[in-house]
């Protein structure tokens, strides 16, 4: 195996003390970077997902042209209910659309836990290819969707403010929708063991819409399926949960003996910390529309924001996804800032 | 002026001692009550709103129909931007579409500081022939977006998950942005002061996209024309202040000297109490799609509500406004379990 060059990202997640803070953005590769939109208009969503070459090419762009910290694989959280047997449309602009939601515990009927080899195989073969292309430049981060926002989507049947349907149906059939969570979760646990196989150095779980639920609710519906995930592979990869906004469970999420927790602009850094506790790395937590801003504003509120996370281990990011209207360049800004950015605290083991 | 016969509402306000724990629901007056859909059949938004009688008759169903302990008056928050200039159009099912929204400097020349009596008098009637038929039965709450919601809708021109173009606004040209919200700060102090001569008992301030900034944009872009409004309102009518999702601001908010305090359900109350000190009264924080469980599932949960909230003064609300799709029998089972709830606590002054 090539042995990493800049492992900065596997250190801060590992706790160890770094020289500085290493950076990357969710959504990175994709959405704002003009050779991504360039392959938008030649290739759909899941050809771009599902043919290797084009998922290693996209994955490494904003490696080359942004200068970030970790690569992270060109994928999408709803490969997983796809390979479970339902239908997934990815519309550009418009977001996802399953025509046929799950409703009832019948409806579970039409799902299989997959042979992951065969079914998500492509995503594993993108995964080889880009370790191959990286050739030790940076980490390769692999990631799922956390169970409950998986169910979200498969029940909902698109995105939505507030997923009441999805909410409505835990609430009412709560029997079924453990069931399906444990499914969901089954799958994710050995995609993930099979990414890890392909060379993903960390692993990601996503919890998008965990913050829509009670702190009671977020455990009995979510975190209980992300403790499962994470207690089988944090043994053999780092890993990363970014539960947005489910700040009141960040004791909990440190619990589960996650390397990293993620974390959205809407709770101060030190506030996290003193949840979350001093063992394990944060990462975030820029606002994603402040990457709008003039450069000047941005340099200083990147600063501010490495400032308020100093003294413990820190992995700079958004606290969500790059927006489609960044300037590559305010992208840029973000990345070179905390490159340039001299730690003011000690760090600590 | 006539007598409250029921006056839990004001009272709990106050931090005076109750006999039980108050209780109505944001949204209550339309949407999931049949007779609100059949009026809905008949006028328009706008005509609902601006028709006394008709306001008056949607404010006064929830109060008969589902024994709520306070009427809220029927009306929209866009009705201050369309005082201003605006063009709004609130289509059924659709949601709030500014044609021609706010976009530089130059766009506030199109606005005006109205006055109040003049282009929001409908709204004072509707207040008062409310009054009138209440009959002292309960107290009737007034209300106004919060400035830094209503530039969202000015900016954006529509409805979002995450008002980026508000934002982006706010980021790029700070200067316009403040004068837009002291602009709208102005109009809604007048506008509020001629609903408390109309006879509003109480004033809630709904900032429902307050938790979309960070602690220090929500202090600079919206807490600081709350404390405003709040300022010049305090001594002469009990205030709430409702900013959703910025739990991080519970202090900071209750310094404002505001009687009670809006949380939603994805902070634990006994944190929010914590946070917000003994002062001021709290009020929530049902997970409005709980409303779509079975009857039994409601009446446990809002039980383990009101424990968790129990010995110090609380308004028993949902945590955002009530889905369309609630049946009748659970806004009842809500509100009847809450009567029915014997104190635990002792409730202090």
Redo the contacts between chains.
């Keep these: 195996m090539t042995k990493l060059r800049n492992d900065l990202l596997l250190r801060t997640l590992r706790g160890e003390s770094t020289e500085r803070t290493p950076v990357w953005m969710m959504r990175q590769a994709g959405r704002y970077l003009p050779d991504y939109i360039k392959l938008r208009k030649q290739y759909s969503f899941f050809e771009r997902c599902q043919t290797p070459e084009l998922a290693a090419e996209i994955t490494i762009q904003p490696v080359e042209q942004i200068g970030v910290d970790a690569a992270i694989i060109f994928s999408d959280i709803l490969v997983v209910p796809q390979a479970m047997g339902m239908e997934v449309q990815l519309i550009e602009s418009k977001g996802p659309f399953l025509p046929e939601p799950i409703k009832t515990a019948n409806d579970l009927e039409r799902l299989l836990i997959p042979d992951v080899e065969e079914r998500l195989g492509y995503v594993f073969q993108a995964l080889r290819l880009t370790k191959k292309h990286l050739d030790g430049r940076v980490p390769l981060i692999g990631f799922a969707g956390a169970p409950w926002t998986l169910l979200c989507y498969m029940v909902q049947g698109q995105g939505s403010?507030?997923f009441?349907g999805a909410?409505?149906f835990c609430?009412?059939q709560p029997h079924t929708a453990h069931r399906l969570l444990q499914m969901i979760t089954d799958t994710t646990i050995a995609y993930l063991k099979g990414q890890v196989r392909a060379g993903a150095d960390v692993i990601q779980i996503f919890d998008s819409w965990g913050?829509?639920?009670?702190?009671e609710?977020f455990e009995n519906f979510s975190l209980s399926y992300i403790r499962q995930i994470v207690a089988a592979l944090k043994d053999e990869v780092l890993t990363i949960v970014f539960a947005k906004?489910?700040w009141?469970s960040l004791a909990e999420m440190a619990a589960t003996g996650a390397h990293g927790l993620g974390i959205d602009?809407?709770?101060?850094p030190q506030?996290a910390r003193q949840m979350a506790g001093d063992k394990v790395a944060l990462q975030g937590n820029f606002?994603?529309?402040?990457l709008?801003?003039?450069i000047p504003?941005i340099k200083k509120e990147v600063t501010a924001m490495l400032d308020a996370f100093s003294g413990y281990p820190h992995v700079a990011n958004l606290g969500?996804g790059i927006?489609p209207?960044v300037p590559v360049d305010h992208a840029k800004a973000f990345v070179e800032t905390v490159k340039e950015y001299k730690h003011k605290g000690v760090l600590i083991k």
Excluded at 265 to 268: F, G, H, K, Y
Excluded at 287 to 290: G, L, T
């Design positions: 403010k507030t009441d909410k409505a609430y009412t913050g829509l639920l009670s702190p609710d906004g489910a009141h602009w809407c709770i101060r506030v606002d994603p529309a402040k709008l801003s003039p504003v969500h927006l209207d």
